[in-house]
C-alpha cells in the first residue's frame, strides 16, 4: 500500500469521527440514542443490507464461490428464503413495532411476562456478544495481513473508530455511516467486476462445474446441510428469527417511524439483498478466471496455519495488486466499511438490550443520567468485545464451530416464542418459558440423535414444537384466535405482492442458470 492509499484511509476514518459528533449532538435521551429519532426508511433498509453484507460476506462468498472445494454459486441458496421471512415479518412484527418499546425482548414482558424477557435477551446478549467478538478478530487478522500494520494496531484502528463513533452518534451515526459504506462498498464491488469481466467471459466454460446454484437434497442424509429444501423450509424460519427476534436486526425495524415505513423496509431488504450477493457471487467466478489466467495469484496468497494458501483473501490480494494507488485504498476502505457495519449495529443493540432488560430505568431516573448509561453501556460493550477478541485465537476451532451450532439451536424457539407473544396474547409466562425450553430440548434431541439432518431444519423443528407446546397449554381456542390475529394483521398488497415477485425472480434466475428451463 502507498502514502496515497493510507492517506484515502484515513481520510475516510476521521470523516466517521466528525460526521459522529455532528449526527450526535441533537440527541437528548436514551430513545434517540437507540431508535435515531425518526429515520426514512430507505436508510434503515440500507443499514439493515449493510450489516449482512459485512466483511465475512465480501471475503467468505468469492472464497466458496471461486474456489473452495464443492463450492460455487451454490452460495445464492442461502437467499431464497430472504423474501419469504420479510413476507412472514410484515404479517407479525406491526404488532411489536406499535407497542412502543425499545428493547424489543421487552414486547414479550408485555404480552407474555418478565420471565420470557430476560431468557430471551439473555441468549441474545450472550450468543451475539461472542460473536462480535469473534468478528472483531477476524476482520483485524484480515485487515493486519493486508495492511502489513499487525493484529494489535489493527484491533485499535478499526475498534477504535467504530466505537467512538458509535458511543457519541448512537443509532443515526450508525445507520448514516452504513448507508455511505454500503455506497463505497457496493462501489468497489463493481469496480472489481468492470475489471474482471474480460477474464470470467473467457473462462466461463472452465467454471461451468461452479455455475449451478442448485442442489436438489432435502438435508436428511448427511451429505450436505445446504440442499434447496433446508435452505428454503429452514431458511424461512432462520431469516424470520434472525430479522425479527434478533435486536441488532430488529432495532432498525423499531426505529421505522410508522407501519408504512415498517413494511417499506422489510420490502427493500427483501429485493436488494440478491442482487448484492449475486454481485458478491459474481466477483467470485471472475476471480477463478483471473486466477486461471495467472497460475502464480493463488499461490502468492499469504499462508493460513495449515500451509495453504488463505483463499479469504483473494479479494484483497486482488486489489493490491492490480489497482492503481488512490484505487487501491478506496477499495480497502470499502472492506472497513464492510467490517465497521457489521459492528456498529451489534454494538448498539447489545447495549440497548442490556440497559433496557436487566436495567430498567426507575422512577426517579433522568432522561439526561440514562442517555448518558446508554453511551457508557456501549462503550463497555466494545471493551469487551476488543478484549475477547484477544482470546478468540486461543479457543479451538471446535469450541467455536459449537457456539455457533448451540445458536441455531435456539432461532426457531425463539421466533416461536415471539409469534406466541404475538398470536396469543395472554399466556402465561410459565407456559411461554416451558414451550420456548421444550423447542430447544427437541433441537438438542435431533443434534444428538439424528446428526445427518441438517441443522437448518432445527429452525422449523424448534419454532413448530414451541407453538405446539404453548397451544396444547392455551386449550381448544388457541388456533382460532392465532388465525383472527393473522387476519387482522393483513400487510398492503403492495408489500405481499413485491415480495412474492421477488421470490419468484430469484427462483426463476437460479433455474435458468441451472439449466431447468
Not at 465475512?56 to 441458496?77: D, I, K, T
Not at 466454460?205 to 436428511?220: E, K, T
Not at 388456533?479 to 408489500?495: D, F, M, V, W
Request: glycine share 10%.
Amino acid at each position: 500500500m502507498t502514502t496515497l492509499d493510507w492517506w484515502i484511509i484515513g481520510g475516510y476514518l476521521f470523516a466517521m469521527l466528525v460526521l459522529a459528533v455532528y449526527l450526535g449532538r441533537p440527541q437528548q435521551t436514551e430513545r434517540e440514542y437507540y431508535l435515531g429519532g425518526g429515520l426514512p426508511a430507505p436508510a434503515l433498509a440500507t443499514s439493515i443490507l449493510a450489516t449482512q453484507c459485512s466483511t465475512n460476506s465480501l471475503l467468505g462468498a468469492p472464497a466458496f464461490v471461486g474456489f473452495a472445494a464443492g463450492g460455487g454459486l451454490l452460495w445464492l441458496q442461502y437467499e431464497l428464503a430472504v423474501p419469504l421471512a420479510m413476507l412472514g415479518l410484515a404479517f407479525l412484527f406491526p404488532a411489536v413495532h406499535r407497542s412502543g418499546v425499545i428493547s424489543i425482548y421487552a414486547f414479550l414482558e408485555q404480552r407474555v411476562g418478565r420471565g420470557a424477557r430476560l431468557a430471551a435477551s439473555g441468549c441474545f446478549l450472550f450468543f451475539r456478544g461472542v460473536a462480535t467478538g469473534v468478528t472483531v478478530y477476524g476482520v483485524a487478522s484480515v485487515l493486519a495481513l493486508i495492511t502489513g500494520i499487525g493484529y494489535v494496531p489493527a484491533v485499535a484502528l478499526l475498534m477504535g473508530v467504530t466505537v467512538t463513533y458509535d458511543v457519541m452518534g448512537g443509532m443515526r451515526a450508525v445507520v448514516v455511516s452504513d448507508v455511505l459504506q454500503m455506497l463505497l462498498l457496493v462501489s468497489a464491488v463493481i469496480l472489481s467486476l468492470c475489471w474482471l469481466a474480460p477474464d470470467l467471459w473467457s473462462h466461463l466454460d472452465d467454471l461451468s462445474q461452479r455455475s449451478r446454484p442448485l442442489m436438489n437434497d432435502w438435508g436428511v442424509s448427511g451429505t450436505s446441510n445446504y440442499g434447496f429444501w433446508p435452505m428454503l423450509f429452514g431458511g424461512l424460519f432462520l431469516y424470520m428469527a434472525y430479522y425479527g427476534c434478533d435486536q441488532s436486526q430488529a432495532q432498525r425495524l423499531l426505529a421505522a417511524r410508522s407501519d408504512k415505513d415498517l413494511h417499506k423496509i422489510l420490502m427493500l431488504n427483501g429485493l436488494m439483498r440478491f442482487p448484492i450477493v449475486l454481485a458478491y457471487c459474481l466477483l467470485g467466478l471472475g476471480l477463478a478466471a483471473y486466477a486461471l489466467e495467472r497460475p502464480e495469484f493463488l499461490s502468492d496468497l499469504p499462508l493460513t496455519a495449515s500451509g495453504a494458501p488463505n483463499l479469504n483473501l483473494v479479494f484483497p490480494a486482488f486489489v493490491l495488486r492490480e489497482f492503481a494507488p488512490g484505487l487501491a485504498g478506496l477499495a480497502i476502505v470499502g472492506l472497513f466499511a464492510a467490517a465497521m457495519s457489521s459492528i456498529d449495529s451489534a454494538l448498539n443493540s447489545l447495549s440497548a438490550s442490556t440497559l433496557e432488560d436487566f436495567f430498567p430505568a426507575p422512577d426517579s431516573a433522568s432522561q439526561r443520567s440514562r442517555f448518558v448509561q446508554s453511551k457508557l453501556v456501549t462503550l463497555c460493550w466494545g471493551v469487551f468485545t476488543v478484549g475477547f477478541s484477544f482470546g478468540v485465537e486461543h479457543i479451538a476451532s471446535t469450541l467455536l464451530e459449537s457456539i455457533n451450532k448451540v445458536g441455531s439451536l435456539v432461532n426457531g424457539p425463539l421466533l416461536g416464542l415471539f409469534t406466541i407473544a404475538i398470536l396469543l396474547p395472554g399466556t402465561s409466562s410459565r407456559n411461554a418459558v416451558a414451550a420456548f425450553l421444550c423447542g430447544v430440548v427437541a433441537n438438542l434431541l435431533l443434534w444428538q440423535l439424528a446428526p445427518s439432518i441438517s441443522w437448518l431444519w432445527w429452525n422449523l423443528a424448534g419454532c413448530l414444537v414451541t407453538l405446539a407446546m404453548a397451544a396444547m397449554g392455551s386449550g381448544p381456542s388457541a388456533l382460532p384466535r392465532a388465525l383472527q390475529t393473522l387476519r387482522e394483521a393483513n400487510p398492503p398488497r403492495s408489500t405481499r405482492a413485491a415480495l412474492l415477485a421477488g421470490f419468484a425472480v430469484i427462483m426463476a434466475l437460479l433455474l435458468i442458470t441451472q439449466g431447468y428451463m
